[in-house]
């Protein structure tokens, strides 16, 4: 999902790009105690954001797993003050019926279901080539009724960041305010050398 991101802000009529990316190991660090998303994101379309959490289903699990995490996250909203939402991508359109009504029944018990906006997807709705295309119009919101499934750079639209997106404050010693490690790579890669210049 990651590399595909990255091909699409390359491409020349991109109106998108990817302003963060961090991996399962990484978001560990920052909610491990509370969540561990397999993924963290941030993409920008033209003046909208958005940002999420990532939820890789491969139809191995229960899906009442699934409420124990939608509870989890509510309770990283709660404390952080930070609405961040989940994308949940899943195997099959059968599956993700079926994983939406459990969805919406954790979020019914949730305090506050405002606080963990939730889209799902399904891997059969694309070419395989292109099943883990995030920019595709696939992401289905659980309590928009009427939507229809929307694109990334639409989520952005839909779900505007309610404060300042995320950042790695592990690179800063809070008491010092210098930084204590190498900061980590930017999401997007350094362009390659231009095809003219390699033939030189």
Same mark, same amino acid.
């Given at each position: $999902?990651?590399?595909? /991101?990255?091909?699409?802000?390359?491409?020349?009529?991109?109106?998108?790009?990817?302003?963060? !990316?961090?991996?399962?190991?990484?978001?560990?660090?920052?909610? =491990?105690?509370?969540?561990?998303?397999?993924?963290?994101?941030? !993409?920008?379309? =033209?003046?909208?954001?958005?940002? !999420?959490?990532? %939820?890789?289903?491969? =139809?191995?699990?229960?899906?009442?797993?699934? *409420?124990?995490?939608?509870?989890?996250?509510?309770?990283?909203?709660?404390?952080?003050?930070?609405?961040?939402?989940?994308?949940?991508?899943?195997?099959?359109?059968?599956? %993700?019926?079926? /994983?939406?009504?459990?969805?919406?029944?954790? /979020?019914?018990?949730?305090?506050?279901?405002?606080?963990?906006?939730?889209?799902? #997807?399904?891997?059969?709705?694309?070419?395989?080539?292109?099943?883990?295309?995030?920019? /595709?119009?696939?992401?289905?919101?659980?309590?928009?009724?009427? *939507?229809?499934?929307?694109?990334?750079?639409?989520?952005?639209?839909? !779900?505007?960041?309610?404060?300042?997106?995320?950042?790695?404050?592990? #690179?800063?010693?809070?008491?010092?305010?210098?930084? *204590?490690?190498?900061?980590?790579?930017?999401? $997007?890669?350094?362009? =390659?050398?231009?095809?003219?210049?390699?033939?030189?």
């Amino acid at each position: $999902m990651f590399t595909r /991101l990255v091909h699409h802000a390359r491409q020349p009529e991109a109106t998108g790009r990817l302003a963060a !990316w961090w991996s399962e190991e990484r978001c560990a660090r920052s909610f =491990g105690d509370i969540v561990r998303p397999d993924a963290y994101g941030r !993409w920008v379309q =033209g003046r909208a954001e958005v940002e !999420w959490f990532l %939820e890789l289903d491969f =139809g191995t699990e229960a899906l009442r797993r699934l *409420t124990f995490k939608i509870d989890a996250y509510g309770r990283l909203a709660k404390e952080t003050r930070i609405f961040t939402p989940v994308l949940i991508w899943t195997t099959t359109l059968r599956r %993700e019926a079926r /994983l939406r009504e459990v969805l919406a029944e954790a /979020l019914r018990n949730l305090d506050d279901p405002v606080r963990v906006p939730v889209a799902t #997807t399904a891997a059969d709705l694309a070419e395989p080539v292109e099943h883990l295309d995030a920019t /595709l119009t696939r992401w289905l919101p659980l309590t928009r009724p009427g *939507t229809g499934r929307l694109s990334l750079g639409q989520l952005a639209g839909l !779900w505007p960041p309610t404060v300042k997106p995320l950042t790695d404050s592990s #690179t800063v010693d809070s008491e010092v305010g210098r930084p *204590t490690r190498l900061h980590p790579p930017q999401p $997007m890669p350094p362009a =390659g050398p231009d095809p003219q210049q390699r033939a030189a």
